[in-house]
């Protein structure tokens, strides 16, 4: 079992800058490839970003692609998702989620493993 716990949601004005993080346990979180999605209003869930165990591999959206940048603390079992330039449409709940895997094309694909979700709102 791994339990998941994101923090450092918020309200915040287009162009700032939010850090969430997520805090793993249960598991040997080194091993397991980790992601963060979003759902906004209305929205299905999609894929932000991701990153491999050893932190050598990320995948992002194209969406946020240069604006959020994914990394993580293995001794902390942590991982974070920063956020510069915020605009409108990235309100969202955000969720962490663990044990997937990055396919042949380089994109991540969702582990079992989800938090609770943190609400981000960016307002213009």
């Known amino acids: 079992q791994v339990q998941l716990v994101e923090s450092g949601g918020g309200l915040v004005q287009a162009g700032g800058s939010l850090r969430l993080s997520c805090a793993a346990s249960?598991?040997?979180?080194?091993?397991?490839?980790m992601g963060w999605f979003r759902q906004g209003p209305g929205k299905e869930r999609e894929s932000v970003a991701a990153?491999?165990?050893?932190?050598?591999?990320?995948d992002y959206a194209d969406s946020v692609q240069g604006r959020f940048t994914i990394s993580r603390d293995n001794a902390k079992s942590t991982v974070y998702l920063q956020m510069n330039s915020l605009k409108s449409e990235d309100t969202a709940v955000y969720y962490c989620?663990?044990?997937?895997?990055?396919?042949?094309?380089?994109?991540?694909?969702?582990?079992?493993?989800w938090g609770q979700g943190a609400q981000v709102t960016v307002s213009s």
């Open positions: 989620n663990a044990a997937g895997y990055f396919t042949s094309s380089g994109h991540y694909h969702a582990g079992t493993y």
């Open positions: 249960g598991r040997t979180f080194s091993r397991s490839a």
């Open positions: 990153i491999t165990g050893s932190g050598g591999r990320t």
